[in-house]
């Protein structure tokens, strides 16, 4: 069986294969007036550990994706790169898929900038990740404003709370997330951004009694928090370690987020 890292190389091989077939050409397209771009954060099932199949490699000529080396390339899964021996499917290129289903005008950009294993007090800003060596609030502010040089911030969607699911935590995440998610909004200078948090597994509320009150949390953020809808991961499945949705249902979570912003989108106060 192949080890992770030859795995990471194949990746990155099909990647450079799929970028070439889409020639020369660049995003946005000259004279593209719809250029919609999504953040994705948050922790690892946001970045996805999901593997990967044919069909999440094929990419979308809509569809792009800000890299490592913050330029556009065309998207594919895995999108993320925040641990490159693991990272696999997540919910992002469903649900830009889906979003451009719905509009076959759009062209998207995905800017993933989620970090496995970040809680939340590493949103922040100066915030640092040890395990990814980075500083996941301050990077995901750099490659968005990076992105809005070519387009319009569309939506935000966050996947995050295994890491709070502590007794001593899991109180004080409703007003971490708030500060979070209007800290945000200021300074992408997009007070009124979609967004879309999603509940954590069942598989992992099963095994952390404190995962209960993040996912109450999130469940009442829409009453708190404008234009902000939550989607609910109940009955999806996990890849057997009780931690990560496996690929089906990191899928099935990205058409519940496209359902949700495209609600949310279509809301008049």
Request: glycine share 10%; aromatic share 6%; charged share 20%.
């Amino acid at each position: 069986m192949a080890s992770s890292s030859l795995k990471t190389a194949l990746c990155l091989l099909l990647m450079n294969v799929l970028t070439a077939s889409v020639g020369r050409a660049q995003f946005p397209p000259a004279g593209t007036q719809k250029v919609h771009l999504y953040l994705l954060v948050g922790q690892s099932n946001m970045a996805g550990r999901g593997t990967p199949e044919p069909a999440d490699r094929q990419p979308h000529p809509h569809i792009w994706v800000l890299n490592r080396e913050n330029r556009w390339v065309p998207a594919a899964d895995p999108l993320h790169f925040d641990k490159p021996d693991v990272i696999g499917v997540g919910p992002g290129l469903t649900f830009a898929r889906e979003m451009a289903k719905a509009d076959t005008s759009v062209w998207i950009g995905l800017i993933p900038a989620a970090a496995g294993g970040s809680p939340i007090d590493a949103w922040q800003p100066g915030g640092y990740h040890d395990q990814t060596k980075s500083h996941p609030y301050d990077d995901a502010l750099l490659r968005a404003r990076l992105a809005q040089k070519d387009g319009t911030l569309k939506g935000i969607l966050w996947h995050q709370g295994e890491s709070d699911s502590k007794p001593e935590l899991a109180p004080a995440y409703e007003a971490k997330l708030i500060r979070l998610i209007g800290r945000f909004r200021r300074e992408l200078n997009a007070p009124d951004v979609p967004v879309v948090v999603g509940t954590l597994g069942d598989f992992w509320v099963a095994r952390n009694p404190a995962a209960g009150p993040i996912n109450e949390t999130l469940r009442g953020l829409p009453g708190k928090v404008s234009r902000l809808a939550c989607v609910d991961a109940a009955g999806l499945t996990d890849k057997g370690d009780h931690t990560h949705f496996d690929t089906p249902s990191a899928r099935e979570l990205g058409r519940r987020y496209a359902a949700a912003l495209r609600k949310l989108e279509s809301y008049k106060p």
